[in-house]
């Protein structure tokens, strides 16, 4: 019989071996990459939290970003340049957001160095906050900010005052967004969350063609 192997050992087992156990040490490059192509081998519409999914929080996050970009111009009273402060709003908290994603949570999940569920909803909803959260409204800020004092729609105080004024005005607005904040975090819980299930099926049960036609699969 073939040897038990747990989810996120970095060696592939041989299937229907009766007798020998063929195994093959993997760097954590090589084992992400054969995770990778044990996904392509399960039906389209089962890998999607690898696949939409990791573009679905992309998306979110930029949606976040319009939103954020959209208010802080209310406040400051700037109606100019809307498509050149919302282009970069949405692009820049979209690929920042799903490149987190899949470096720190899939990525992370598939090398085997995120093993418990519970441990993989928490990242995923942190980076999600994080990164389709935190960081649009961030951003939002010196973006309207920068346009308020070009087209001279409001007046922004200097020194002492200037993170006192910035405070004050993003208060309001992070406590209007609460929805999309609470949005992120169950999101991305979700999505770890099926990413993990996903991640458990292929450890066990996934296997990859090789160029030679022999298959090796982790087999427990």
């Known amino acids: 019989m073939a040897e038990e192997v747990s989810p996120g050992d970095k060696t592939l087992v041989a299937p229907g071996n009766k007798g020998v156990v063929r195994r093959v040490e993997l760097t954590?490059?090589?084992?992400?990459?054969?995770?990778?192509?044990?996904?392509?081998?399960?039906?389209?519409?089962?890998r999607w939290p690898f696949t939409s999914g990791i573009t679905a929080?992309?998306?979110?996050?930029?949606?976040?970003?319009?939103?954020?970009?959209?208010?802080?111009?209310r406040v400051l009273d700037v109606t100019q340049a809307r498509l050149l402060s919302s282009v970069p709003m949405f692009l820049i908290p979209a690929v920042t957001a799903s490149a987190a994603w899949q470096?720190?949570?899939a990525q992370s999940m598939l090398a085997g160095n995120l093993n418990c569920p519970v441990c993989a909803q928490v990242r995923g909803a942190s980076i999600n906050v994080l990164a389709g959260f935190i960081n649009p409204v961030c951003m939002a800020?010196?973006?309207?900010?920068?346009?308020?004092?070009?087209?001279?729609?409001?007046?922004?105080?200097?020194?002492?005052?200037?993170?006192e004024f910035w405070v004050k005005t993003s208060r309001p607005i992070v406590w209007?967004?609460?929805?999309?904040?609470?949005?992120?975090?169950?999101?991305?819980?979700?999505?770890?969350?099926?990413e993990f299930d996903?991640?458990?099926?292929?450890?066990?049960?996934?296997?990859?063609v090789l160029e030679d036609g022999e298959t090796l699969s982790k087999d427990s």
């Open 198 to 208: 996903l991640y458990l099926k292929i450890s066990k049960h996934g296997f990859i």
């Open 103 to 105: 470096t720190f949570v």
């Open 141 to 163: 800020i010196p973006m309207a900010g920068g346009l308020a004092r070009r087209y001279y729609t409001a007046v922004l105080p200097k020194g002492n005052n200037f993170w």
């Open 57 to 73: 929080v992309g998306v979110n996050a930029g949606f976040v970003g319009l939103i954020a970009n959209s208010m802080f111009r």
């Open 28 to 46: 954590q490059a090589e084992l992400v990459k054969l995770q990778y192509q044990a996904l392509q081998q399960i039906p389209k519409e089962k």
């Open 176 to 194: 209007r967004m609460l929805p999309a904040l609470l949005l992120q975090v169950a999101w991305g819980a979700a999505l770890a969350s099926k």
